[in-house]
């Protein structure tokens, strides 16, 4: 069949089913769309089936064998033995599969029609989806929009091959705790890695091609998850440009991702890349970006958060994409969290002044550092290292979406004993009244 053949007319085609995809199939059906979303793998794309979900996993199943082992001298017995991966990975697999039931009986739900292929352009309006070895379709559209996600950036010394020298999605799927790893990257994703394996057993390097980990963080933050790592276990090198790939079991690369646009063919359809979407997430007037295809750092919330917002477009609703309190968050030690700006009116409050880090966990090393638009000014950034700062940095994204002041946070009761109260005490900081630690000029 060639472009011209029949093709079945479409009011929204969705071109990949990830959470960007996904979020504005739902939204825009939810609005009285008839959409039709197209997925060459599976739905939930990276995040469910490759990355957030079973990373997340990773770093827990981690985590908790490494707190047993911390808690040895407070009466907790030892381990039996090493991690069983294979069990683990069954549980993985599971908990992916239940994910993605879970997408899948939405879409049905909500009357969205997936086509499983692989689509590409033949035309302005007009896209031909690869549905089986020697079967296409084709469908002409109203809307489309592209959520096509992005590929891993190879690395110069040493190009992937499946099996040793693997993209980080390959290292979730692991049966068995290999010997020596050589991580090459300094994003959150090489960190978790790193911190999961060194924790499960491996003797682990990583290699930061940067100046530290974490470079798009706050300095801090990023020496904070720099001895964390080291104290995990991880030899961290930064500035690590030309790291020998030899003498490692696996070598696992997390250099970032490119959007993944060469199978559109979006010339047949006059679309010209990089995307840099409007705040309607449009790129033109038919035609919407969203998520790791369009220029920014690939997070699922922020895939997530274009889609609603591309399909509220769609749906015909004013809504506009806003990404000052965009968090970053990393499950490593400690858990890092990030959101907003990083200079302005700073106060610290360390972890070692609260009575929750005290009792869980031992950590003390961690700390809260709010940043206030001057003196008396609205939050507009917020660094946290510590328990659950990946959970408790929603508080701050909160905050600074209302204009919350330091006075706000401050009147605000926060249970005790817990991590959150970090946030209402680093704030009484700010406003040159803490009681738990001496009050300190701040700085400006
Ligand atoms: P994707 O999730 O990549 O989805 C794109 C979909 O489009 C895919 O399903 C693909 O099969 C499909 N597709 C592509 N081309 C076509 C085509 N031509 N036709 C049909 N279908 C097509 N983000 C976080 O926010 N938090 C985390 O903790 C986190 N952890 C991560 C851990 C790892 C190991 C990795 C690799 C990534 C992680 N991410 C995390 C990033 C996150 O997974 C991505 O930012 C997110 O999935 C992007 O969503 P998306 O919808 O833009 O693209």
Redo the contacts with the bound molecule.
């Keep these: 069949m060639v472009a011209g053949d029949q093709s079945d007319p479409v009011d929204v085609l969705i ?7 996904y979020v504005a199939a739902l939204r825009a059906a939810q609005l009285g769309r008839s959409v039709t979303l ?5 739905v939930g ?3 469910l089936n ?3 979900i079973p ?2 996993q990773l770093a827990r199943f981690a985590a908790v064998f490494a707190s047993v082992k911390a808690f040895a001298g407070e009466g907790m017995p030892a381990l039996a033995g090493p991690p069983d991966m294979a069990a683990f990975q069954k549980a993985r697999a599971a908990a992916v599969n239940t994910l993605v039931g879970g997408v899948e009986s939405l879409l049905k739900s909500a009357k969205v029609t997936v086509v499983s ?4 352009f033949v035309g302005r309006t007009r896209v031909c989806v690869q549905t089986g070895e020697d079967a296409v379709r084709f469908f002409d559209f109203k809307d489309v929009v592209l ?4 590929d891993p950036i190879p690395w110069a010394g040493a190009p992937f091959d499946g099996e040793r020298v693997v993209e ?2 390959r290292a ?1 799927e692991w049966d068995r705790v290999p010997e020596s790893l050589l991580v090459v990257g300094g994003d959150y ?1 090489a960190v978790e890695l790193a911190v999961a394996y060194a924790r499960l057993g491996a003797r682990v390097a990583m290699a930061a091609p940067g100046e530290r980990m974490l470079p798009a963080f706050d300095t801090d933050l990023s020496a904070a998850a720099q001895r964390g790592a080291t104290q995990a276990g991880v030899d961290v090198r930064v500035n690590a440009q030309s790291e020998s790939p030899d003498g490692y079991e696996r070598v696992v690369i997390s250099l970032g991702r490119e959007p ?1 646009l060469t ?2 063919d979006l010339g047949a359809a006059g679309i010209r890349a990089p995307f840099s979407p409007d705040a309607q997430m449009r790129i033109d007037r038919h035609v919407f970006a ?4 369009t220029a920014g750092v ?4 922020r ?1 997530m958060m274009q889609g609603r917002v591309a399909g509220d477009v769609l749906g015909g609703k004013n809504s506009a994409f806003d990404s000052r309190a965009m968090p970053q968050v990393v499950f490593a030690e400690p858990e890092i969290a990030t959101v907003g700006a990083g200079e302005g009116h700073v106060a610290r409050f360390p972890l070692a002044a609260l009575g929750r880090a005290i009792i869980e966990a031992k950590a003390t090393a961690g700390f809260a550092k709010l940043v206030f638009d001057g003196e008396g000014g609205p939050l507009i950034g917020a660094h946290l290292a510590g328990p659950r700062a990946t959970d408790l940095i929603a508080e701050m994204a909160l905050a600074i979406e209302m204009g919350a002041t330091a006075e706000d946070l401050a009147l605000t009761v926060h249970a005790h004993p817990t991590f959150a109260e970090a946030a209402l005490e680093a704030a009484e900081v700010a406003l040159g009244r803490p009681i738990h630690v001496r009050p300190k000029p701040v700085a400006r």
């Design positions: 071109i990949g089913g990830g959470p960007g995809g197209v997925e060459r793998k599976r794309g990276l995040c490759e990355g957030c990373s997340k292929g692989e689509a590409r959520a096509t996600g992005g980080a999605s979730l994703i993944r199978a559109l969203i998520g790791d295809v690939p997070l699922a919330h895939a």
